[in-house]
């Protein structure tokens, strides 16, 4: 009984970090205006070798998200935020990366961004460096206002 208490006390405490993250503004109310249609969405890549290959090849920077199909806020970063007509179109300049968290061949990916909480969205230069990090959900707003820096400090403009 002590045992069974205990691991769902660790659940209890352990799960809203993983499910809100930090710096959470993740709202289920939001209305979001200007949705774009499923054939307009983003186009993702779920290799990193191959998503960097493509940056090089491209001279595109990476916008990677890291998920985990159980994660609210991430699945709200797909159906909200990846959906939102300005984050798409602005995606056209990345080579987008989508990497589940769950899957064992993800593990090193993960650490090297040093991958804490979820969703976690990382901008990554050609060489693989990181250039900016978003850690939680964003709306469409400050997600667009985010690529639009990374895109700008890339391209030194």
């Not at 045992?3 to 352990?14: G, P, T």
């Not at 249609?37 to 993702?44: A, G, K, L, T």
């Not at 493509?54 to 199909?69: G, Q, R, V, W």
Request: charged share 25%.
């Amino acid at each position: 009984m002590r045992k069974k208490l205990v691991a769902i006390l660790s659940l209890s405490l352990a799960t809203p970090m993983f499910l809100s993250a930090h710096n959470n503004n993740y709202d289920q109310t939001t209305i979001v205006n200007s949705v774009v249609e499923e054939s307009q969405s983003i186009e993702w890549v779920t290799s990193y070798d191959e998503a960097l290959k493509l940056s090089k090849e491209k001279n595109k920077p990476i916008m990677a998200e890291f998920y985990a199909e159980w994660c609210p806020a991430c699945n709200a970063l797909d159906s909200i935020t990846f959906r939102n007509e300005e984050v798409v179109n602005l995606s056209r300049s990345f080579i987008n990366l989508k990497i589940d968290t769950d899957k064992k061949e993800n593990i090193g990916v993960s650490q090297k961004y040093g991958l804490e909480f979820l969703p976690t969205i990382v901008f990554i230069n050609t060489e693989g460096g990181s250039l900016e990090k978003q850690v939680g959900y964003a709306k469409p707003k400050k997600m667009a206002q985010l690529m639009d820096n990374v895109l700008k400090e890339y391209y030194g403009k």
